[in-house]
């Protein structure tokens, strides 16, 4: 018996990419495409290469026409928009996974500073549980609201989270991250800079000193710490469509840092460490995790590369892996068929 | 009337890109190329896309059939191998611009340390000029010997430079670089990871801790700030075939960098201060670097970001600057028609 | 309970493709992996990321030790080591299903005239079956020998199957076909023209007058008609790692082609005839053959466009079609969760 | 002395790539630059790499302004705006490059069959000369009106024209095109399917049966040989920002087409036989075409590899070409010093 399942914004590349992992799963049914710009619409006229799956055939509908046997819904939507019309949902019974930045941290002033909103519902924020799977498991079982993170946050987190858990290690306030992305991080919508003549061959750092992952980072970071730990982030795009990598620096005593890591990880299924600079391909279209651990003695620093892809694990298969949990469904469904490559 | 130069090592990717950039040279004719490998050949046998320009015509000889008459010579040779012959030529006459990592830096260990061999020939080393032609160009006008920049170095010691001349902004021992470079940087030799169908779509560090050109940014910082400062120095390589980035961070003293860098390299051809983080694109086959700096209130950080393309600024381009400015030429002779692009 | 498979040459690309698909296959398990290069290593030691699934955890056996409860190999070997081989595997009582080229096609002399050399099984040859699965499906299910098409011929003949079944239609003798394919195709041995600097950004044909694909696709069409057809067929590599297009003229009898292919394919699960002209990147990584039919009145040529991953539907992914059905199973089990899309 | 020359529609890419050109052209200064969409900007506000050129701080203006002293204009405009505005500047005295398609071949009915609109200057039309520089050189020099080649045209039409000199050579009335073009081909302005998510590792053909240039190659080639030939031609793009292959099979007599084409090509700095399929990559960012010619047996075919850039030679740099023609200067001025490369 398959539980029904709903995305609002299916139209953009993380709806698309929960799409076709639903297609896959075969405890959840996708029951509701909801899109307001397309609606009426079938989903294969947006995506025709879906023709012939009878989830092509979803008709895109409004976002009040929800049935009321789903169970969850996903929200591929705007930030401001995800605000507004989570806690509604929320009200009219459905869980909630929120793949917009929304809900993701409870410090109010920074989405003023970083989202440039104010938050309009910060007693709903306060409920939110932030999906960091493998750092947040037992409190996402539970909860009715989960706040997907970002794709940056996810690589740095999982990244870091062995020290994080460890914070006497950490010597230094500030820590320093570059964050290399694929493209389809930054969506469907067309832009200039993004069209394939001028992107290919291309890269380029991006809100360099204001993107705003930061305090979404800086939010768990300290959660987790108690420390007020600052992140240094820059982002950078590289010209491949999927794929992203997080290169972590901080100053750290020194320790044993694989075995800490391979300890933290032990058992998990989709966060790996592994003994050499993962390559972002070998984990696109899959939701696992490599990080790689290493400590630089000439300067006394950690060195931490982690890779995901953006749009599985930090996105739309980390949101499903959530969803797993919420229902009560077993955590790799869907996910564990999708095997790394070199190719 | 020409000076005649030669290149020795004419077969890889920084001999080619010389050979392309003499061939438009209107005070430089390209004499000699040598090679040990492909020796007998004709040029156009190994890029038979020359067919037609007498350079292509040329037969790659061996390193001893020099002729007397050519003034300078290019080596595009492994590191041992330049380190060895570097002195030989010197001592037949020709003026050397090395670009190769055998001369770059003074500090005898670390040739051991990074580059696992001992230096042979200390002397000659005490007397190479480093050729980074923005920042030593009076040296270089009289210099036999150049040690041309490697790729990354340029780019970061670029980045630095304003700081570096003005060491008391500096608060932080540690500066962080993160390095993005096009895969031609790794040279011509073939390997499983470069592989088309592997390297496309994907990124990935290496060498994390211990990567050659760190001994040589540090060098050259110390050199010009007797500061002791370190690099924690973090290298990727990224799907593209030229282009480079280099992310450097660091603590400074609040202060005007626009205005800073601006009046630093004011008058400077190859160098320009932009105002936003550059595109690699824009200067792919330019002699150009473009440098945006920059100031983050919330971590009291610099983050400066330069692009140059590696195998130009970063390699054969440069070298080319040198050469103009040791044979009492107009510098940019030669490098003046790369014009910056989008597409 | 599952059935025993192996491969032989599971160290290339199409060695690792059915790797992958087997570790999702609910009724085969991988229980013999062979290379005769690799021996004795581990398959996670050729595959980093293969570390944490069991088959990478195979240790690379000599072909003499397969073991005997195994029931079928896939033979992912060079074209005369799978001549030689394939018959004493049906000897012990194997199925196989070979990806070379060994067993594609009856006519002896092409053997000499495209590949180099004589066939040295020729009564083995009488028995192979074609593994074009949509048209030789019944004679399949009860062959112990299936040699698997070659990606241009799947593509090829996939586009014209319609047309072939209706040799009337077909007005000239001469068909031309232009092929273009990802650079995965080649394998995964290196090439200076495939070293990554040198590939991306490039493309060019090859072996134009004279790849060993053609005379697959004659005796294939030829067997079909009876009509003594020839193919113009010239390749050209694009700088993608997967994906192919087959892009097919020959003058034709004006008819309703939509009809003619719907009708055909009707019920197939994964040939789809689309209206449009397919993307390659939406079958890569999936088996889908998608094949767009069109007519132009002003030359009265049909144009066939039709796209394939050349790894998969074009090599493993058929393979194991094939396999499920000489084992009794689900044709596409194991293939039915490679889903199409756009990023 | 400098000859003034100016550009209606600068800010698209052949537009760029004519400024670029400019830059470096010794004997020509662009004098005006005009755009309707960004009139009063400064050129280097649209391409900001620009700064530091002085033709990067040009006004852009509406093209009423254009100085009484600029002898020649370069129209790279869409097609209908082409087609109205040459006339008026022809009256005004200026001479003219239209890189439109509205002047290219002189059959009216075919402007409404594939480009939609009604000719509204037929007597314009028979005075334009057709500006495939290697063919039409002689009327060139003395027009005043040259309608610039398509990017298809001019590859395969180059890969032709031995054989349309010898008619008696063809043996078929229709010609099998198929032309790979680079996405720059499409322009600057966006759209989904050139998004670069979703254009990289991706390829597609696309105006199957009915392209634009599909007359254009028609008139020339009848024009050539008075023969009634028809073109079969289909375009595709793949994942590069510039370079195209036109791949032309056709059946000829028996004859030495090498001897032939290089005969034709004989003193042609451009134009270049090679033997063995080019490489676009080695053409791009130059003004060179490379032709392969070959043979096969089999099937009595010709089959003609030709490579060029589709924004060089296939656009801006052949308007250049006949620009220098119509100037009086000499042909190569300004693209000479645009190399071949590997990388």
């Known amino acids: 018996m398959s539980v029904k399942v709903g995305i609002l914004g299916a139209t953009g590349y993380t709806g698309l990419e929960l799409i076709r992992l639903l297609i896959n799963h075969p405890q959840m049914e ?9 609606k009426g619409k079938r989903l294969k006229e947006i995506f025709p290469f879906l023709e012939g799956f009878k989830e092509g055939d979803l008709i895109l509908e409004d976002y009040k026409e929800i049935p009321q046997d789903v169970k969850l819904l996903f929200l591929a939507l705007p930030h401001e928009v995800s605000m507004e019309i989570a806690p509604q949902l929320l009200e009219r019974g459905f869980k ?7 809900y993701r941290f409870k410090n109010l002033p920074d989405y003023e500073t970083f ?6 519902h910060p ?40 020290l994080l858990k460890n914070p006497d290690l950490i010597e230094e ?7 290399l992305s694929g493209v389809s991080g930054a969506g469907r919508g067309l832009k200039q800079h993004f069209h394939f003549p001028e992107m290919t061959d291309n890269m380029f750092a991006y809100k360099v000193t204001m993107h705003r992952h930061t305090p979404e980072m800086e939010f768990v970071a300290n959660s987790l710490t108690r420390k007020g730990l600052k992140f240094r982030f820059t982002p950078a795009v590289v010209p491949i469509d999927r794929g992203m990598l997080s290169i972590v620096t901080l100053k750290v005593k020194k320790t044993d840092l694989r075995e800490l890591y391979e300890e933290t990880y032990r058992g998990e299924e989709f966060v790996k460490v592994v003994d050499y600079p ?14 790689y651990p290493s400590y630089d003695e000439r300067t006394q620093r950690a060195v931490i590369v982690s890779a995901i892809d953006n749009l599985v694990k930090g996105a739309s298969g980390q949101a499903l892996q959530n969803a797993n949990l919420m229902l009560g469904l077993d955590e790799g469904e869907g996910l564990r068929g999708l095997i790394p490559s070199a190719v």
Do not use: M, W
């Open 30 to 38: 996708l029951a509701f495409a909801g899109s307001q710009s397309s």
């Open 115 to 120: 989202y440039g909103f104010k938050h309009t």
């Open 123 to 162: 007693e709903v924020l306060q409920k939110a549980v932030y999906g960091l799977t493998e750092v947040f498991r037992e409190e996402i079982k539970n909860a009715d609201l989960v706040a997907n993170p970002g794709c940056y946050p996810t690589a740095t987190l999982l990244a870091l989270y062995p």
């Open 278 to 291: 993962p390559k972002s391909k070998e984990v696109i279209r899959t939701n696992y995790c490599f990080v």
């Open 173 to 179: 306030e500030t820590i320093n991250v570059v964050g």
């Open 96 to 102: 909630v996974v929120d793949l917009s930045g929304a």
